[in-house]
């Protein structure tokens, strides 16, 4: 089956600039997931989506939203991006939240 | 509150010797643990779980883990390191309950070196 795919690989953006980036799931999974990985803070968690819904948000101001379409997929934005917001975000997708997460590839954004 | 604990920024080991990487969490509820490992410049990817059952869990590629509750551990352990099992490596918490269903708690990972 194939895996979680995210794209662009690669994003590079100016300061106040919007972002969007895209997740397809594994077929069958339900639930999304986002992470922000950037240098020297580890994975920070920030929006979970389940059947379409937002059902969790982590600790990031408003200018990071997203969505959940009706195939599962999901986007991710970044609004009036800022140059701390340089990092790897990670989608993952589960087939019901108790199950663990397989994580995409993810996309590397640079705010220049 | 849920967390996790890598105590060791990195591990070096030698090529045929056993490997630890260590992980400790605090959850309020039965915990559900996890162990990822990320190469340069890639995803996480999947290598074992703890739900219940059996407190040793053997994982992808020789890796396995115990789970004691008592010291609230789940230490990640490999009989015979490998050069290619060099990378970073992230133990991870889910607690069942409430708000937070769904969402794992990483720890900071552990940069793991196996040298020849």
């Known amino acids: 089956e194939a895996g979680v795919t995210q794209s662009p690989t690669h994003l590079i953006k100016t300061r106040g600039q919007q972002a969007t980036l895209r997740c397809s799931p594994i077929s069958g999974h339900t639930s999304v997931y986002w992470y922000q990985q950037a240098l020297g803070l580890g994975l920070q968690f920030l929006l979970w989506?389940?059947?379409?819904?937002?059902?969790n948000r982590g600790n990031f101001p408003p200018r990071f939203s997203g969505r959940q379409f009706p195939n599962y997929s999901s986007e991710l934005n970044v609004n009036a991006l800022e140059l701390e917001d340089s990092a790897l975000y990670l989608c993952?997708?589960?087939?019901?939240?108790?199950?663990?997460?397989?994580f995409g590839s993810g996309t590397r954004l640079t705010v220049v | 509150a849920q967390s996790v604990a890598q105590p060791e920024d990195q591990v070096n080991v030698a090529e045929g010797n056993p490997l630890t990487v260590k992980c400790t969490y605090s959850v309020s509820g039965n915990p559900y643990l996890f162990w990822y490992v990320q190469y340069p410049n890639r995803g996480l990817q999947f290598l074992l779980k703890y739900i219940t059952g059996d407190n040793l869990v053997k994982g992808s590629y020789g890796f396995e883990a115990e789970f004691n509750k008592s010291q609230t551990s789940f230490h990640l352990k490999k009989p015979s390191a490998l050069v290619s099992d060099s990378a970073l490596y992230f133990c991870a918490v889910r607690d069942g309950r409430g708000s937070t269903l769904g969402r794992l708690y990483f720890g900071r990972g552990t940069q793991l070196t196996v040298w020849p």
């Open positions: 989506y389940d059947e379409g819904e937002e059902r």
């Open positions: 993952a997708s589960s087939r019901t939240p108790n199950y663990g997460y397989t």
